[in-house]
């Protein structure tokens, strides 16, 4: 079971954070970690993934695109990949819409590319955010009836737009839905919906990101048209991975094999746009991981839709000339350099609204300006989220201060989609997850909804459950940190959501010397010195502003990560780390380093 150890609280004011050590050593653990081929320390972090079998373990070790499920245990895969056959076979024009974020446009990307390889008449669209809205709208269903559209595919969206597809109904198209959103009270009254979310829906795997289902629905059309199912995976599962990891989706199951194996088709791939993405994000001939897709390219694919037309991202992932994916690739640059720029002015105001309307002890925070980019506020919501460990939902209202679009994030312990939910009678729509979600809210209701959902949070949520915590995998020695740990634990890659990045607690490090690190000295590099062993090299990002608590000569207790660093063509092993404490620290100890000098 696992354990908050609150002796090992940093207690700082700036940041106190509780240590929670996720170790049982139970009889069962113990057996698992025995018949295992890896370290104790490997099959620890195993089991503290749910991994609790050999034969789990074995497929998360060693994935395969080859062992991934039967597309067409899906529910509304045969209906749907039957009546798509039709629409290609007899020439009927077919309309992609996808959404305006990463997920989206990939999606919509990956199924565009296999229907022109199978000779379909096909045409695309993505919404503006601010100009459509989220979905798809009554403007896009009336369009596609003047193009001549009578079969519409979604990708990542569609589920919930009910009055769209009643519409495209009326004027006869048929709507076929790919998406993975959840299902709220009501289901759009499309032809097939292909969401593994829906109820009665019993494929092995829910957790797919909406370009996941796209892959899926590709997959099983391509199988039944003939072609190599095989060599479709291997050539389309770097889109998948992209939107994947963009979509911040569990990287455990189908998702961690197509991110897996989609990273190793990015180091190779022939599609332009990508390689020129590679290009401007400075990734070209270096190794590619699941950070380099969250943090590199899933940004400036989104920096689209929240900057600007979507319609760029959509167009470098399906572009076959060079020049064009470069100057497309360059724009997106740009625009992304915009969003970073907007996002901090936004940040910084949002954490001014709380302090001036003194809700700092409110359990959600719902926080709204005029001056807002309706296309920033998810990024920004979950920076508050992420420093003060509780929900927040950021709202962007329109001129007139009538409507207001917004997203929301959340914490392990609340359940954002089914708050919403609770809440939606005062909302104009909602739709999301559990830990993201996206609405609408009129201004004249925004103060009961502001109420409500904090009614909500009031019943479910502890102050435990928001402390800011860091989880640990278990606790090891210094000395065992070293390339044979290292390099073991590249078999659990890619990280992300639900596969983080392992993390282990040392005790009694000495601290030997520290630098600056950074243009403004905002990080620190420390030599850490054990038992026995060279000292260990370890990075503290963000942690300038602490460089007189960690004094040399200090003994400290440590949480951290375990990398291979490649710099200059040479591998060394550092610690990442992720939060400090005295040595023999109690829960009412200021955060001031022991000093054993």
Not at 37 to 51: E, F
Not at 96 to 107: N, P, R
Not at 364 to 392: D, M, N, Q
Request: glycine share 8%.
């Amino acid at each position: 079971m696992d354990t908050i150890d609150k002796s090992k609280t940093n207690n700082t004011a700036l940041n106190p954070k509780v240590w929670r050590i996720l170790e049982t050593d139970s009889p069962a653990e113990i057996e698992f970690a025995r018949i295992l081929p890896v370290s104790p320390i490997v099959s620890r972090v195993l089991w503290n993934r749910g991994i609790r079998d050999a034969g789990a373990a074995k497929r998360f070790l060693t994935p395969d695109l080859d062992d991934m499920h039967d597309p067409f245990l899906m529910d509304g895969m045969v209906a749907a990949v039957g009546r798509t056959r039709e629409a290609i076979e007899r020439k009927e024009k077919i309309l992609i819409h996808g959404d305006y974020d990463v997920d989206g446009v990939t999606s919509a990307a990956l199924l565009v590319r296999v229907f022109k390889i199978l000779g379909a008449d096909i045409t695309w669209y993505v919404p503006h955010r601010v100009n459509d809205g989220y979905d798809i709208g009554l403007q896009a269903v009336e369009r596609a009836k003047e193009d001549g559209v009578s079969l519409i595919i979604t990708a990542d969206c569609g589920t919930s737009a009910v009055e769209s597809v009643k519409r495209a109904n009326e004027l006869g198209i048929d709507v076929i839905v790919t998406d993975h959103h959840e299902v709220g009270p009501e289901m759009a009254p499309a032809l097939v919906v292909v969401n593994p979310h829906k109820p009665g829906c019993a494929y092995p795997f829910r957790d797919l990101a909406g370009v996941g289902v796209a892959f899926k629905f590709a997959e099983a059309l391509v199988q039944e048209c003939g072609y190599d199912t095989a060599a479709y995976r291997r050539r389309f599962c770097d889109l998948a991975a992209i939107g994947t990891v963009g979509d911040v989706v569990p990287l455990l199951g189908e998702n961690r094999t197509l991110v897996k194996f989609g990273i190793e088709e990015l180091q190779r791939t022939g599609k332009k746009g990508l390689k020129a993405l590679l290009d401007v994000s400075g990734l070209t001939g270096r190794p590619i991981v699941s950070h380099s897709l969250a943090f590199a390219l899933a940004p400036r694919l989104n920096a689209a839709g929240r900057m600007d037309d979507p319609s760029l991202a959509l167009e470098l992932c399906l572009t076959c000339d060079d020049a064009e994916a470069g100057a497309l690739a360059r724009v997106l640059d740009t625009k992304n350099q915009e969003r970073q720029a907007a996002q901090e002015l936004m940040y910084n105001e949002a954490e001014k609204q709380i302090i001036t309307r003194g809700i700092e002890s409110s359990k959600v925070f719902v926080l709204s300006s005029k001056g807002w980019h309706p296309g920033i506020v998810g990024i920004v919501a979950g920076k508050i989220t992420e420093k003060h460990s509780r929900p927040s939902v950021l709202i962007s209202m329109d001129e007139d201060g009538i409507v207001g679009v917004g997203s929301a994030r959340s914490i392990d312990a609340f359940d954002l989609f089914a708050a919403l939910m609770q809440c939606r009678d005062l909302l104009v729509r909602c739709g999301g997850h559990a830990k993201a979600a996206g609405l609408s809210v009129d201004a004249c209701k925004l103060g009961e909804f502001e109420k409500a959902i904090n009614d909500i949070a009031d019943k479910s949520l502890t102050d435990e459950d928001m402390l800011p915590g860091v989880d640990v995998d278990t606790v090891i020695e210094l000395d065992a940190v070293g390339y044979d740990l290292a390099h073991e634990l590249r078999l659990l890659e890619p990280f992300g959501h639900a596969n983080k990045e392992p993390v282990f607690m040392s005790e009694h490090a000495i601290i030997l010397q520290k630098t600056r690190m950074g243009s403004t000295g905002s990080h620190l590099r420390l030599k850490l010195g054990r038992a026995s062993g060279e000292p260990l090299e370890c990075v503290a990002f963000g942690w300038g502003d602490k460089d007189e608590a960690l004094r040399v000569g200090s003994l400290i207790d440590v949480c951290y990560n375990v990398q291979i660093n490649q710099y200059g063509g040479r591998e060394t092993v550092q610690m990442v780390l992720r939060d400090a404490r005295p040595s023999n620290a109690t829960i009412s100890e200021p955060f001031v380093a022991q000093n054993i000098a």
